[in-house]
Nanobody
Framework: QVQLVESGGGLVQAGVSLRLSCVAS????????MGWFRQAPGKEREFVAT????????VIAGSVRGRFAISRDKAKNTVYLQMNSLKPEDTAVYYC????????????WGQGTQVTVSS
């Protein structure tokens, strides 16, 4: 099992930056990919970014490309989501997820952290 705990969310004004963190514990050696997803009120969960745990190869959703970046610190078992130039439409609960395979469903999810961007 892998446990994921997110932090770093909050209420901010449009245009500022936030960095979310996700600390993994447990069987972290089994992790292959870690990712960030978000869910806005009344909307389905949306992919934001992923990164391969070993090589650190990132994939960023087109909707946030150029503003968001994903990184990881293997020594700290932590993945980060750097969010710049935040917009009100970025308001959502942001979830960290991990999976132990190169493809397929995510096995493990965090509890989420709320990000609210005011205009």
């Amino acid at each position: 099992q892998v446990q994921l705990v997110e932090s770093g969310g909050g209420l901010v004004q449009a245009g500022v930056s936030l960095r979310l963190s996700c600390v993994a514990s447990g069987r972290t050696s089994s992790m292959y990919v870690m990712g960030w997803f978000r869910q806005a009120p009344g909307k389905e969960r949306e992919f934001v970014a992923t990164i391969t745990w070993s090589a650190g190869n990132p994939v960023i959703a087109g909707s946030v490309r150029g503003r968001f970046a994903i990184s990881r610190d293997k020594a700290k078992n932590t993945v980060y989501l750097q969010m710049n130039s935040l917009k009100p439409e970025d308001t959502a609960v942001y979830y960290c997820a991990a999976r132990s395979t190169a493809v397929g469903s995510y096995n493990f999810w965090g509890q989420g952290t709320q990000v609210t961007v005011s205009s």
